[in-house]
């Protein structure tokens, strides 16, 4: 059969808001022109992230039904963790109720000012966390992997020559390790090559420097590695993520993503020490090690999530619905980046509105029209979110001017994405009318989440 479907059907549906083109021109408006500051119920085709808004399945929800509430020592923590150490191998796992106090937790016990975290590319939240601690946050994408027009296999790769170079500048006593980051979510959700990996370890084994995964979409990277790279083609995706974790000497995972669940995230290490001040940190602001902020029951749906992630029927969906949709705007030659990643397709936005100059956010503009057009609501990761002054208040872009549409798990359909990719390829042929903007309020820190904004 040549026609793919969704691997599942439907069995329980949530009505989805259809709004008028008058109605959303207020109501962005109201949203001071950030997509953050939207109302859910004035968007009708939401891919403002995948985090958190999957679908789970009835096995899910039954089992949610099982959850154990108890405060310490859960059957539904022993069920959670066991699936985590068969596919990461790490002795402890812990659990935190999402990616971002993980971070905090593991960045406020390792990190201090003075020392340098490296990573392929920071996600916002790491980099926040990291920078919060007082350390310095330094991406080491390759060279095609900030270049959105140009195809590459594994362009989520971390530049293993600059890897060296900044630990021979540095030294290694100021590294306390360095991440990888699966998909490389800020780079376009591109995956990282096993090759990629393996050597990074080798690497950092010279210098006694460990090897820590940001895990958040590991089977979707698997899933790439299965297609892509040499040798992997007749292994499972259990045997290629097991191999992935045993380069590594500890994760940190938003769960909300390739744990196919709405809430939740671990740490992983198999350095007990390191373990014990974990706890300690995560006892004070999140809960007991047995539950980490969790309900009980979003164990239970995660350790259900956890497997069903792994399964190749669902992947083939995941990774071909995204791919469908970028299949579409490239043949509406719409700017988009180059291949389509695990999780989303980003636009691009320097080429998609080339006049508007980055310090007028073009991303922006592009992502405040694509709701104007269709209510879908979608996210600028370009220079709103990473774009910096330096010390003399001069304007630093951000490498890539993009737009997200992250696709929610298991939510949409293949007449929902036709609808995306129709709005979208409208906006792109009345580019010319978009027009550059400017911040009337930042905060100092993720200034993107909160941030306001008027045409210039
Ligand atoms: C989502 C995400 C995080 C943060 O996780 P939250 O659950 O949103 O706190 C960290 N790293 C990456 C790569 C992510 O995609």
Redesign the pocket.
Same mark, same amino acid.
Do not use: P, V
């Given at each position: 059969m040549k026609t793919s479907i969704e691997p599942f059907k439907i069995k329980t549906v949530e009505e989805i808001p259809i709004t008028t083109r008058e109605e959303r021109e207020i109501y962005i408006k109201e949203a001071f022109f950030n997509t953050f500051y939207l109302r859910s119920d004035t968007v009708t085709i939401d891919l403002l !992230?995948d985090?958190?808004t999957t679908a789970m399945s009835s096995k899910q929800w039954a089992h949610i039904l099982d959850g154990d509430e108890a405060y310490a020592g859960s059957r539904s923590f022993f069920k959670f963790e066991s699936i985590l150490r068969e596919i990461t191998g790490f002795k402890h796992i812990i659990p935190t109720h999402?990616?971002?106090?993980?971070?905090r937790i593991l960045f406020s016990v390792i990190s201090k000012p003075g020392l340098i975290i490296p990573n392929n590319t920071?996600?916002?939240?790491?980099r926040g966390n990291v920078e919060f601690s007082g350390a310095t946050a330094i991406d080491l994408p390759t060279e095609i992997g900030t270049k959105p027009e140009i195809p590459g296999d594994f362009k989520g790769n971390i530049n293993i020559p600059a890897l060296r170079n900044l630990i021979e500048n540095y030294g290694k006593e100021n590294i306390p390790l360095c991440f990888i980051?699966i998909?490389?979510?800020?780079g376009g959700g591109q995956p990282v090559s096993m090759e990629n990996i393996r050597e990074t370890k080798k690497l950092l084994n010279e210098y006694g420097i460990p090897l820590f995964l940001?895990c958040?979409?590991f089977a979707e990277n698997a899933y790439f590695i299965k297609l892509r790279e040499p040798g992997y083609q007749s292994k499972t995706i259990m045997e290629i993520v097991q191999e992935m974790f045993s380069y590594a000497d500890g994760c !940190?995972?938003?769960?909300?993503?390739d744990g196919l669940a709405n809430?939740?995230?671990f740490i992983g290490t198999n350095d007990t020490d390191l373990a014990e001040k974990l706890k300690v940190n995560l006892i004070v602001t999140e809960g007991f090690p047995t539950y980490g902020g969790l309900a009980r029951r979003d164990l239970e749906a995660l350790a259900i999530g956890f497997r069903e992630v792994l399964n190749e029927n669902y992947l083939a969906y995941r990774v071909g619905q995204v791919k469908y949709l970028g299949d579409l705007l490239m043949e509406a030659n719409v700017p988009i980046l180059v291949p389509t990643g695990g999780h989303a397709v980003y636009l691009d936005g320097a080429r998609f509105a080339p006049h508007i100059p980055p310090h007028q956010f073009p991303g922006q503009s592009i992502a405040c029209e694509i709701y104007r057009v269709g209510g879908i609501r979608v996210v600028e990761i370009g220079s709103v979110m990473f774009g910096r002054k330096d010390e003399s208040g001069n304007f630093i872009p951000a490498s890539m001017e993009l737009i997200r549409l992250a696709i929610p798990r298991r939510v949409y359909t293949k007449s929902h994405i036709d609808y995306v990719a129709e709005a979208i390829i409208e906006v792109y042929q009345n580019r010319d009318s978009l027009r550059g903007m400017r911040l009337t309020y930042e905060a100092p820190l993720l200034r993107h989440f909160t941030a306001k904004f008027e045409y210039v």
């Open positions: !992230t985090s958190g999402q990616g971002r106090a993980a971070e920071h996600f916002d939240t790491t980051t998909t490389n979510n800020t940001d958040c979409r !940190t995972m938003s769960a909300k993503k809430t939740g995230g």
